[in-house]
């Protein structure tokens, strides 16, 4: 066995051969397989562009530009958080809004807002934070704290604070 490797016959043939099989390999398997992804992402592009449509018709505000130095009226925390608070089927009872003043620093405008949310489940709570934040670029959570609610039935009940900053 030890004496093909010292055969020069192997590396003149097998190893040309080897060489010739490659592009083969790439023709036969490689390539139509590529093609099939390619078909498989075009028609997930199909799909997902009819949705993004969808979404362009339902809400087209989000399309629009805002200048830095511009004031959007649009925005309040009242009607931001009671909005999301209601698709999230939290209470009113149960949320509470506190708002600062409205800063300006570097021809940035930006407001800072606490809000606390009583007696919610980790899955809304999550659920409203991802909301918020997808429905209003410009705000963004600096900090959160969730604290249990031991007296209460059921292990997933929580008092949630957070602290947001919206940018104008």
């Given amino acids: 066995m030890r004496d093909i490797y010292k055969n020069p016959v192997l590396y003149y043939i097998a190893v040309p051969v080897l060489v010739g099989l490659w592009p083969l390999l790439l023709w036969a398997i490689y390539l139509p397989a590529a093609c099939d992804r390619v078909g498989e992402q075009m028609d997930q592009y199909q799909q997902s562009e009819s949705i993004m449509m969808e979404i362009l018709a339902l809400d087209p505000e989000r399309l629009e530009f805002s200048e830095p130095n511009e004031t959007d009226t649009e925005f309040t925390y009242d009607v931001a958080v009671d909005r ?3 698709l999230c089927d939290i209470s009113a009872a149960n949320c509470d809004v506190r708002t600062g ?8 405008k930006s407001q800072s807002a606490n809000v606390d949310l009583k007696e919610v489940n980790i899955v809304k709570f999550a659920k409203f ?3 918020i934040q997808l429905r209003w670029v410009d705000l963004q959570c600096e900090s959160a704290k969730l604290t249990r609610k031991e007296n209460l039935p059921g292990n997933d009940i929580w008092d949630v604070d957070i602290r947001f900053k919206y940018y104008y």
Avoid: H, P
């Fill in 84 to 86: 999301v608070a209601r």
């Fill in 101 to 108: 003043v409205l800063v300006t620093t570097r021809e940035q």
């Fill in 129 to 131: 934070l991802s909301m």
